[in-house]
């Protein structure tokens, strides 16, 4: 059973950092772009960050541009989501996607398999 599962959120301060983490289970996402979404309550889901298969072409939101860094660890079929100088605005659910193409998307009907999410709170 193929799964993506999520860890790292938590109750943080504004201006603290976290690094989420998402690590996939049953298969290999060596050849996939992977990305990060996030919901917030009464809001749809949105893109933050994606990285191809090589973790060459990588995509920011211009919410989290400067702020985040998406990266990937292909001998612990991980990918890495750190986030700096966080903002009350940040909070949400952050979920881990795989899609089965090799390049990154911003879209969240391009990819394929999902995580449940792992919650970020950011008190003001």
């Known amino acids: 059973q193929v799964q993506l599962v999520e860890s790292g959120g938590g109750l943080v301060q504004a201006g603290a950092s976290l690094r989420l983490s998402c690590a996939a289970l049953?298969?290999?996402?060596?050849?996939?772009?992977m990305g990060w979404f996030r919901q917030a309550p009464g809001k749809e889901r949105e893109f933050v960050a994606a990285i191809s298969w090589r973790g060459i072409t990588i995509y920011y939101a211009d919410s989290v541009k400067g702020r985040g860094t998406i990266s990937r660890d292909y001998a612990k079929n991980t990918v890495y989501l750190q986030m700096n100088s966080l903002k009350p605005e940040d909070t949400a659910v952050y979920y881990c996607a795989a899609a089965s193409a090799r390049f990154p998307s911003t879209t969240p009907t391009s990819y394929d398999y999902w995580g449940q999410g792992t919650q970020v709170t950011v008190s003001s």
């Open positions: 049953g298969r290999t996402f060596s050849d996939n772009a």
